[in-house]
C-alpha cells in the first residue's frame, strides 16, 4: 500500500544491491476481485487491492516486500493496518510457499528506517556496508523525487484555473482503479487537480497542527497540512477515502467539522465496478463551486 | 487566586471499571465522580446519531455515555488515549460534543506525552492543583487492586456461574461483590468485599460436570469485556452451561505486561512476527492457548470495523484449521440484536456439543 510513497526508494534499494525488481500490474479488476476473495469481508478496499496484488506476484519472485511500518516518533503513527501487513501476507498466503521480506520501522521501539533497511541487506545477504551505501543512495532518490513532485504541485498551483484540492492517502490518490478515476474526470472537465499529500512534509506537520491538534496518523498529518497551506489556493477540496478507512472515518469528520471556508465534497470509494456514480457526484459538486463563485 | 473548585469528573463507561476510576477520582485526586448512567438502547441511539457513519462502535458508544454524563451534571471530562484508533477519541469526541453546544472542560491524556512522567504530574495537576501526591500514588495504586479484583472475580464467576446448583445465588454472590466495589471508600472496604465475595462464591454449590464444554474469548479489548456492548455474551454462553474462559482484561493486559507482551510472542513467534496491533500478540497467544487446552471452541468478540482485529482473524483462522478448534466470528455495531446473537450462539453451541459427543 506504501508503493507510491516508497517506490523510489525501495526500487533503488535493491537496484544498488544488484537485484532484480518485478512490480505488479496495475490495479484492475481482477486484481480487485481476487483481493476480495482472499480478504476479510470488513477489510478496508484498500487491503483488498493490496492483497490482489500480492497474489498476481505469488510465485514470480524469490521474496515478495511487505514491511512493517509502525510510527515514525510519537504522534507520527500509521494505521495498525501498517503493523500486520507482514503477519497478515504470510497468514493469508501460508499454503503458496512464497517467502517474504520485511523490514520494521517503529521509532517509538527505537527502530529507524536506516537499521531497518541495514537489517533487511544482511537478511539478503549483503555486507553491512553495501546495504549502508544502497540505503543512502536510495533515501536520496526518494527525497529528490518527492521534491521533485512537490514542486510540480506549486507549479499547478501557479496556474489559472478552477482548482480543487484531492486530499486522500496516496495509495487511494494514485491507484488506477480508484482515486484515479476522480483526477481524470477532473482533468476532463478542465480542473487543475492538486494533491493534500504532496507537499513539504516537515511544513505539513507542522501546519497539521492547526486544524488537529493531537492527530497521531503521518499521513494524516500531512494530509491536514496540505489543507492548511492550500485552503487558502483552491476552490474545493474532495476528501476522498476508500471504504472503511480507519484514519479517514475519523480525520475526515473532523476537517469537515472545522474547514468551513472551502467547500468539500466526503468522497468514499467502494468496489463499485462503474464510475457514473462518482462522476454524477462530482459533477454536482463542480456545479456548486461553479455557482457559488457566480459562474453558472 | 479564586477558590479552585472541585471537578465533576467522568468516564464513558466501560465494562465493570467504573467503580475503579470513581476510586481514584474521588479517594486518589479529591475530585467528585459522576457515574454515567447505565447504557441502555438510548445510549447507542445518542451516540450513532452524533457520529461518523464506519468510525468504530465503542465510540459511538462512548459518545452516548458521555452526552449522559453530562446530563448526570458531569463538568468534566476524562478521555484516554491508546494505540489504535483510541488515541484520536478524545479530539473528535470534544469537537463533536462542543458543536452540540455542551459546555465542559475536557482532559485528554492524547494532548500529553504519556513516556515522560513529567506529563503525568501535569494531568494530575489538571484535576486538582492541590493534590497531595503520596496520598495520590497510594491511593492510585489502590484503585488499580480493586480493578484487579473485579477482573479475579469476574473470571471466576463466568468460569462458574452456569453451573450454579441453587436459584441464582451464584449471581446474587457477584453483585454483592460489585455493589461492594462501587461503595468502597477505603482499602478496608476494598479489601474485605474480595474477600466476602470469594468466600460468597466459594460456598455456592455447583453442578458442574467432570469434563464441561469450554469455551475462550478473545477480542478487541473494549466490546469483548463489555458486557452491555457484546450483548451479554458471556452470560448468553455461561446459561447455556459453559465454561467462559477469557485473558482479556485490564489486569493481563496492561498491570502484568508493562514492558510488552514480547514473552507472549515467543510461543506465537511462527504465526506473528510483530505486534499486528495493540492487542494482536494477546489474542492470538490466548487463541493457541485455548486450541493447545482442547477448549471446545473459541468466539472473537470485535466492534465494527476495528481494523487490528480484522487483521487477527487470517491468523485465527490458521488456528482454527491447525487444531480443528471452531472459531466463531461475532461483529458487533449498533443494529447488532439480541436474537440474531442468540440464533448464532445456539447454532454455535450445539456444534461444539455434538463435536464433543462424538470425539
Known sequence: ?296 | MAEAKIRSVSFPRYAEYNCAFKYIIEQALGCRYVMPPVLTKRTMELGTKYSPDFVCTPFKTMLGSMIEALEAGADTLFMTHGLCRLGYYGELLEQILRDLGYQFDFINLSDYDMSKKKEYIRVVRRFNPKVNYARFLLQFMEGLRMAEYVDDITAEYYRNCGFDATEGQYKRAYQDFLTAMYTARSRADVEAGYRAAKAALGAVPLDKPQQPLRVGIVGEFYTAMDAFSNLELEQKLADMRVEVHRWMNVTNQFLRYGSGQKNLRVKVRDLSRYDMGPTSTANIWYARECAERGFDGIVHIKSAGCTPEIDVMPVLQNISADYKVPVLYLTYDAQTSDVGLMTRLEAFYDMIEMRKKVL
Open chain 1, 1 to 296: 500500500m506504501l508503493y507510491y510513497r516508497c517506490y523510489a526508494l525501495w526500487k533503488t534499494f535493491f537496484q544498488k544491491l544488484g537485484m532484480e525488481t518485478v512490480v505488479s500490474a496495475p490495479t484492475d479488476r481482477e486484481i480487485m476481485e481476487r483481493g476480495t476473495a482472499l480478504a476479510i469481508d470488513e477489510a478496508c478496499l484498500s487491503l483488498k487491492v493490496y492483497l490482489g496484488h500480492v497474489a498476481a506476484l505469488v510465485g514470480r519472485c524469490d521474496y515478495i516486500l511487505a514491511p512493517r511500518v509502525s510510527n515514525f516518533g510519537r504522534q507520527r503513527a500509521m494505521c495498525t493496518r501498517f503493523e500486520s501487513t507482514p503477519d497478515l501476507v504470510r497468514n493469508v498466503f501460508r499454503d503458496s510457499r512464497q517467502k517474504f521480506l520485511s523490514y520494521e520501522v517503529d521509532a517509538e521501539q527505537k527502530k529507524g528506517e536506516e537499521d531497518a533497511f541495514l537489517e533487511m541487506g544482511k537478511e539478503l545477504g549483503c555486507t553491512a556496508k553495501e546495504a549502508k551505501r544502497a540505503y543512502k543512495a536510495a533515501k536520496k532518490a526518494e527525497l529528490v523525487q518527492h521534491k521533485a513532485r512537490v514542486q510540480k504541485q506549486e507549479q499547478l498551483c501557479r496556474r489559472e484555473g478552477m482548482k480543487i484540492l484531492i486530499a486522500a492517502h496516496s495509495y487511494v490518490a494514485e491507484d488506477p482503479y480508484m482515486g484515479k478515476t476522480v483526477t481524470d474526470y477532473l482533468k476532463k472537465a478542465g480542473i487543475i487537480p492538486l494533491r493534500a499529500d504532496l507537499v513539504d512534509r516537515d511544513a505539513a506537520l507542522k501546519r497539521s497542527r492547526e486544524l488537529s491538534s493531537t492527530c497521531k496518523w503521518e499521513i494524516s498529518r500531512e494530509i491536514l497540512g496540505g489543507i492548511a497551506l492550500r485552503r487558502e489556493t483552491v476552490d474545493g477540496i474532495i476528501l476522498l477515502s476508500a471504504f472503511p478507512c480507519g484514519p479517514d472515518a475519523m480525520v475526515n469528520e473532523l476537517i469537515a467539522r472545522r474547514v468551513k471556508d472551502v467547500p468539500l465534497l466526503n468522497l468514499v470509494l467502494d468496489s463499485q465496478s462503474g464510475t457514473a456514480g462518482v462522476e454524477t457526484r462530482l459533477e454536482s459538486f463542480i456545479d456548486i463551486i461553479r455557482f457559488k463563485e457566480g459562474k453558472l
